[in-house]
């Protein structure tokens, strides 16, 4: 789903907001989750946001490690950085693993 397809369904169910207000909210929550994430702390704790039923997210450190380019086998040194990590909610969970399964 895409941030707009999200506002759409918002404003859809919500009827007294309007569009602009629905955008402005998303907005906000994002932007929010945006920089709490990005402040360093010393205690990775810190920078976690958990939505009950939903998830958390969090984190990670990645150190710099030698990588491979595929397409001519040279090797390289990827930088060291951080990474939004997602773990799924035990609600959320429940709810996916009770939707029927797709058959192609």
């Known amino acids: ?27 906000l929550i994002i932007d929010t989750m945006t920089k709490h994430l990005s402040k360093k702390s010393d205690n990775p704790g810190r920078n976690r ?7 958390s997210f969090s984190l990670h450190y990645r150190r710099s490690h030698i990588a491979r380019n595929p397409k001519n086998g040279d090797t390289f040194f990827t930088r060291e950085k ?6 799924m909610g035990k609600e959320m969970r429940e709810l996916i693993n009770q939707s029927p399964s797709i058959q192609d």
């Open 49 to 55: 946001i958990e939505i009950r039923g939903f998830g």
């Open 1 to 27: 789903m895409l941030k707009s397809q999200l506002i759409e369904k918002i404003t859809k169910k919500q009827r007294y907001l309007s569009k602009a207000d629905v955008t402005s909210c998303v907005n």
């Open 82 to 87: 951080f990474a939004v990590h997602y773990k």
